[in-house]
């Protein structure tokens, strides 16, 4: 069945504790994508990776960090760095670089207590 | 950096009545898609339409169109024959070779 997946769909966090979000796809795309939806702020970007072992900064990078070793897999790693990590969060594929449309995982939502 | 700007925080339609989500953006690329996602409650983005910019006809996908002004820089979203499955948060994006950009989004409630 191919697909992204993410997990765990609700996640809770202490504060001062890293946590690390899931994505992971079968559909053999390049390039993958993390994102952080606020209401009423649409989607920005945290970090993205087009090729394997290689990742780039988005538009919001500070207190998150990524690793690319596997093509299947992008995790997101939310550091207590981050001041306001409460959110949810959508992993995105994308064929390759240059190419257009991007499939969505189903989410996560993360809360710090 | 780009941006998309979705003028219409809430808009609500009878169902099987036609409604238009409006879409502005500015960019300085002369190559670019756009496009539309619907986020319904299951929060799942789902991929509406796609416009590649270069392409002067307007996408059409069934019951939704868009009305695409390039002069204009306009993407505007049109629902045909409005379903309660429709009601959604519709984001606007547009895509120039490594990035997305989204808009705040449109949320669209269908009335019985």
């Known amino acids: 069945d191919g697909g992204i997946t993410q997990s765990p769909k609700y996640l809770f966090r202490k504060e001062g504790q890293n946590v690390t979000l899931s994505c992971e796809q079968n559909l053999n795309h390049d390039a993958m994508y993390w994102y952080r939806q606020d209401p009423g702020q649409g989607l920005r970007l945290i970090y993205y990776?087009?090729?394997?072992?290689?990742?780039q900064k988005g538009d919001i990078a500070e207190g998150y960090s990524v690793s690319r070793e596997k093509k299947e897999s992008f995790p997101l790693t939310v550091t207590s760095a981050q001041k306001n990590p409460t959110a949810f969060y959508l992993c995105?594929?994308?064929?390759?670089?240059?190419?257009?449309?991007?499939?969505f995982g189903p989410g996560t939502r993360l809360t710090v207590l | 950096a780009q941006t998309v700007t979705q003028s219409q925080p809430e808009m609500s339609v009878q169902e099987a009545e036609t409604v238009t989500l409006s879409c502005t953006y500015d960019t300085s690329e002369n190559n670019y898609y756009l496009f539309w996602y619907k986020q319904p409650p299951s929060r799942q983005m789902i991929l509406v339409i796609r416009q590649e910019a270069y392409k002067q006809q307007n996408a059409t996908e069934n019951r939704f169109s868009v009305n695409f002004q390039k002069a204009a820089k306009s993407f505007s979203l049109k629902i045909s024959d409005s379903q309660l499955g429709d009601t959604a948060m519709y984001f606007c994006?547009?895509?120039?070779?490594?990035?997305?950009?989204f808009g705040t989004g449109t949320s669209l409630t269908v009335i019985p």
């Open positions: 994006a547009t895509y120039t070779g490594n990035q997305f950009y």
């Open positions: 995105a594929t994308q064929t390759g670089a240059g190419t257009d449309t991007q499939y």
């Open positions: 990776s087009q090729i394997v072992n290689d990742f």
